[in-house]
T-cell receptor, first 115, second 114 residues
Framework: GENVEQHPSTLSVQEGDSAVIKCTYSDSASNYFPWYKQELGKRPQLIIDIRSNVGEKKDQRIAVTLNKTAKHFSLHITETQPEDSAVYFC??????????????FGTGTRLTIIP | SAVISQKPSRDICQRGTSLTIQCQVD?????MFWYRQQPGQSLTLIATANQGSEATYESGFVIDKFPISRPNLTFSTLTVSNLSPEDSSIYLC???????????FGQGTRLTVV
């Protein structure tokens, strides 16, 4: 089955600096790669996702890049703010139609923004 | 999008008993997914519930311990049976929104076994 590795497990950055979180996956059939943010005591929420036919996607301060050959994808957060502090999870799935495929999650990164 | 109502939000149970968790979705969905999130850990898929058929369990999870019901396209239950302290965790249900692969989660059930 799919195996998703995520690094680093913890990350502290100064407010205003950039943060990068990296994931690798093992299943070459995976084609959908979402990133979730989970604040303390809350449910995970999707912040950005990318499909395997796209190399990069950006949404304001957040971007995701995908290297299919290397089976590697990364989350980039620029101009970090205190409210970015949370645990971030990458995930991978075979996509499919209407979300009928399971997600395999990475181990998570606890991001702390230092004011 | 999809709105999921999950209950209970938390419970404290005696070892050896069982807890049943309910998830109600505001739209019809084909698949519902049940995850476990141990303290400070990632989400691990327990099983996938498809209406009208047996749930599909992931390696390390068995039906006797985690029976699942899926009576219709908007509702599912997960039972955690014969509880032990190692079952203390957060349990989350998840579905994909209509016409999308985005996964939405219930608010989670925090289970403490004493």
């Amino acid at each position: 089955g799919e195996n998703v590795e995520q690094h680093p497990s913890t990350l502290s950055v100064q407010e205003g600096d950039s943060a990068v979180i990296k994931c690798t996956y093992s299943d070459s059939a995976s084609n959908y790669f979402p990133w979730y943010k989970q604040e303390l005591g809350k449910r995970p929420q999707l912040i950005i996702d990318i499909r395997s036919n796209v190399g990069e996607k950006k949404d304001q301060r957040i971007a995701v890049t995908l290297n299919k050959t290397a089976k590697h994808f990364s989350l980039h957060i620029t101009e970090t703010q205190p409210e970015d502090s949370a645990v971030y999870f990458c995930a991978a799935s075979r996509g499919g139609n209407f979300g009928n495929e399971k997600l395999t999650f990475g181990t998570g990164t606890r991001l702390t923004i230092i004011p | 999008s999809a709105v999921i109502s999950q209950k209970p939000s938390r419970d404290i149970c005696q070892r050896g008993t069982s807890l049943t968790i309910q998830c109600q979705v505001d739209s019809q969905v084909t698949m519902m997914f049940w995850y476990r999130q141990q303290p400070g850990q990632s989400l691990t898929l327990i099983a996938t519930a498809n209406q009208g058929s047996e749930a599909t369990y992931e390696s390390g999870f068995v039906i006797d311990k985690f029976p699942i019901s899926r009576p219709n396209l908007t509702f599912s239950t997960l039972t955690v049976s014969n509880l032990s302290p190692e079952d203390s965790s957060i349990y989350l249900c998840s579905v994909a929104g209509q016409g999308t692969t985005e996964a939405f989660f219930g608010q989670g059930t925090r289970l403490t076994v004493v």
